[in-house]
Every structure is written in structure tokens, then in C-alpha cells.
């Protein structure tokens, strides 16, 4: 069975803090595929990252980080300073390498106050 | 289109009524997926199209709902009967290739409302 967890169902943090959403994972599938889609307010789901799970390294874009540890089955992402329109909500995803079917966490709803 | 669109973008129907939901990928993306996200969850999982075949569609809540694809395009999500616990946010999105190294574009969504 596949799996995604988002323990923080909701973050709120003060302008340029950071803060690190979490995400955790289960797959029996050896290859597979992660991804973090933004959601603003407008509703259309903005994609992020993907990560392929050869792939351990660790991807920094600008305010944006993610630390993939596949000991632990995580996949986090860190913003950097946050910013008030990093407000939304951030999902987290999961697809097997050669497979269709993405699996996605029930989201962190990030509040960033000016 | 320059991106996956959803029409409408909002519907309110009555209890019971049928209802249609559209959906444009974008061109040349043949893998077609549909999602649910109810208030405050995440997203549900559907069906998949792979051109204008539905390899998978377990996601179906019920009898209720079918979907289809025609000329590898677009895409049309029913739901018969509706019911109130149809109230949700119909996500479509599209890809260019499934199991590759690609990630889905998604629409703005339909929000639907069944009084």
C-alpha cells in the first residue's frame, strides 16, 4: 500500500522565520517518484519539486529546500525566510516510477503573518 | 491551451440533478488524471485516462460518477443523482506521459455544490 503523511495539518510562523513542512512516505515500490505542489488561494495546485528516489541529494531553489532521507521515508521541505505569500496550502505526493497514480498527503496549511 | 482548463468553474446544483464537469489538458498531453479534493482535505484520487482509455478507475466513489475521454482530449466527469456529499473540488490534470519523469499540471478546479 502506498501512503503519504502530513502530520501538520497547519503552521503558522511570523514573516522571514523559517519553517520546515514535513512529509513521510510508505511504498513497497523500490522506484518511485516525490513530489511538494503549492495550492494559493486561487486553487490551482502549482508544482514545485519532483524528486527521484535514486536520487538522495539534497535540492535548495532559491528560499525553497528539500531533504529527502529515504532511511526514513521523508521527503521535508524548508522555507527560508518566510514571506507572506508563501501562504497556502503545501501537499506532498507520491508516484511509482512507471506508474500513474499519484498519491497525495492531506496537505499543510502554512499561515505566514506579516 | 497554454494551460489545463476547467469549466465551469463553479456549479451549484440541486440534489438529485445530473451534472457535467470539463476538462482541456494541455496539448499533447495524453494522461489525464481526475481528483476530489472535499473542504480541507486532500486530494482523492479518481481515474486516470492514458489517451481515451481508463486503465484505472477504482477512485470512482460510486455508480454514480463515469468519465470519458474523446480524441485524446478532452475529458468529461458526470456525476448522476448528486447527492450533498458530492460537494467538493473537481481537480483535472494532465501529463505528457505517465511513469516517466514528469510531473501532472493542474486546473483551477470545478468547485461543485449540491443543495
Known amino acids: 500500500a502506498q501512503k503519504v503523511t502530513q502530520a501538520q495539518t497547519e503552521i503558522s510562523v511570523v514573516e522571514k522565520e523559517d519553517v520546515t513542512l514535513d512529509c513521510v512516505y510508505e511504498?513497497?515500490?523500490?522506484?518511485?517518484?516525490l513530489f511538494w505542489y503549492k495550492q494559493p488561494p486561487s486553487g490551482e495546485l502549482v508544482f514545485l519539486i519532483r524528486?527521484?528516489?535514486?536520487?538522495?541529494q539534497n535540492e535548495i531553489s532559491g528560499r525553497y529546500s528539500w531533504n529527502f532521507q529515504k532511511s526514513t521515508s521523508s521527503f521535508n521541505f524548508t522555507i527560508t525566510a518566510s514571506q507572506v505569500v508563501d501562504s497556502a496550502v503545501y501537499f506532498c505526493a507520491l508516484r511509482p516510477t512507471g506508474g500513474f497514480k499519484t498519491i497525495f498527503g492531506a496537505g499543510t496549511r502554512l499561515f505566514v503573518k506579516a | 491551451g497554454a494551460g489545463v482548463s476547467q469549466s465551469p468553474s463553479n456549479k451549484v446544483t440541486e440534489k438529485g440533478k445530473d451534472v457535467e464537469l470539463r476538462c482541456d489538458p494541455i496539448s499533447g498531453h495524453t494522461a489525464l488524471y481526475w481528483y476530489r479534493q472535499s473542504l480541507g482535505q486532500g486530494l482523492e484520487f479518481l481515474i486516470y485516462f492514458q489517451g481515451n482509455s481508463a486503465p484505472d478507475k477504482s477512485g470512482l466513489p460510486s455508480d454514480r460518477f463515469s468519465a470519458e475521454r474523446t480524441g485524446g482530449s478532452v475529458s468529461t466527469l458526470t456525476i448522476q443523482r448528486t447527492q450533498q456529499e458530492d460537494s467538493a473540488v473537481y481537480l483535472c490534470?494532465?501529463?505528457?506521459?505517465?511513469?516517466?519523469?514528469?510531473?501532472?499540471?493542474f486546473g483551477q478546479g470545478t468547485r461543485l455544490t449540491v443543495v
Open positions: 524528486r527521484n528516489s535514486f536520487d538522495e
Open positions: 511504498t513497497r515500490d523500490t522506484t518511485y517518484y
Open positions: 490534470a494532465s501529463s505528457t506521459s505517465p511513469g516517466r519523469n514528469t510531473e501532472a499540471f
